[in-house]
DNA sequence: GCCACGTTGAGACTGAGTCTCGACAAACGG
DNA sequence: CCGTTTGTCGAGACTCAGTCTCAACGTGGC
């Protein structure tokens, strides 16, 4: 009943209060496996009878990105989505099928930056990086029904 | 009068009408250095008073989104924003204090992408990078403040 | 107990974008 | 030339996302 998770040790140790509301929508968040939009979150917590207004969601969403756990992602549809994931720089890789999402270290993309950098004379501060295609599950699929 | 405007050119190469509403929307964008909202697009429309509706106004931009001759892009501040640019895979530099950008071709992109594919395993189909910091103009100034 | 502060829920509000519908104009076919 | 089809438009309702205000409540500290 009272696994392991993350986001409220995020909450814990910045010094938020663990209360239920909290509580409830960091268990949520952490059941995705991949990304989830504000409305499913609702339709999730509504669901579930978990009691947690809309302002409260919202605002434990904005704190949880504020901690660097749930990071806001833009998928190709235009659509937001947020996702659970460590609090340090990486770049998101999005099934587009399946919504599963993997972490990416930054395998050359700082070095390129750099030289982005170098060419165009802007100071850069920060970046976004983010990648979609196919996870190996759903690759393997469609090779399947191909 | 009739400064050239490749916006335009795009729609009529595409096959589409080149009505009073599209021309005066494609104008406006044009006339845009930078990125612009959806709300300050609006705005400008009105003051000129060109007589353009809200919803022609999103018609213009999801077609001209289309064509590739404008595209959405996300600030840090998780605003969304349009611009202006060429129909080609290219990424964006964004100026955090003018809002000016600047297009960058794939200067070792492409390579940490498929550096990342190759690590991940998953099949990657499309990839956006967006780069934020300031431009050489800004950082003079700031230079010259400090 | 009192007070400060953090947190919450309800609900109004804004911004962004979509959708429907009726009008109109261009394009087309006879 | 007329009728039809297709494209485009404006008005306005609608949805979704997110923010804000405000009153209520709980948990401290003192
Ligand atoms: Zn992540
Ligand atoms: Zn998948
Ligand atoms: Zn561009
Ligand atoms: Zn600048």
Redesign the interface.
């Known amino acids: 009943m009272d696994e392991p998770n993350p986001i409220i040790d995020a909450l814990d140790l910045a010094g938020y209060q663990l209360t239920a509301p909290r509580r409830a929508v960091a268990g949520l968040i952490h059941s995705y496996g991949g990304h989830f939009t504000a409305l499913e979150l609702e339709a999730a917590a509504r669901d579930r009878r978990l009691g947690v207004s809309r302002a409260t969601l919202f605002r434990a969403l904005e704190l949880l990105t504020e901690l660097g756990v749930v990071e ?1 992602i ?1 998928l ?1 549809t ?1 659509e937001h989505a947020y996702v659970a994931c460590a609090p340090a720089h990486h ?1 998101h ?1 999005v ?2 099928r399946c919504g599963r999402t ?1 972490d ?1 270290e930054d ?3 700082a ?3 750099a ?3 170098r ?18 599950h759903c ?1 393997a699929k469609t090779n399947l029904s191909a």
Chains 1, 2 share one sequence.
């Open positions: 806001r833009d190709t235009g770049h890789l099934c587009s993997a990416v395998s050359g993309v070095e390129a930056v030289q982005i950098a060419r165009s004379g802007y100071r850069i501060d920060s970046h976004r990086l983010e990648l979609f295609g196919l996870c190996r690759q």
